[in-house]
């Protein structure tokens, strides 16, 4: 399994930036996925979910400013971004939940696959 993120970047607090994730290794949408973030000296944290149906989690923190999604298609993930603020700056990881297909949760110990993470700052 091998899941590979791109998308992160620079941008002034207010902007967008949309995150991929790439998955090869597996069938992809029969498992949960994740996108988690992890700032310096913080530990890191949800930031959304999806499952096999298509169902979302978000945490409160992003809730009505970030969209996760999938295309199967193409087997990627995908973390729309609005409303940047700096406390959104940190490295975003991908992740992958293979014990589950829905109900998908924020807990990152239940995921086992993850990316190498891509950055993410936001400028006030």
């Known amino acids: 399994v091998q899941l590979v993120e791109s998308g992160g970047g620079s941008v002034q607090a207010g902007g967008s930036l949309r995150l991929s994730c790439a998955a090869s290794?597996?069938?992809?949408?029969?498992?949960?996925m994740g996108w988690f973030r992890q700032a310096p000296g913080k530990e890191r944290e949800g930031v959304a979910a999806?499952?096999?149906?298509?169902?979302?989690t978000y945490s409160d923190s992003v809730k009505g400013r970030f969209t996760i999604s999938q295309d199967n298609a193409k087997n990627s993930l995908y973390l729309q971004m609005n409303s940047l603020k700096p406390e959104d700056t940190a490295t975003y990881y991908c992740a992958a939940d293979p014990t589950r297909r829905l109900g998908c949760n924020l807990r990152s110990w239940m995921y086992n696959y993850w990316g190498q993470g891509t950055q993410v700052t936001v400028s006030s």
């Open positions: 999806i499952d096999s149906k298509g169902s979302t």
């Open positions: 290794g597996y069938t992809f949408s029969r498992w949960c």
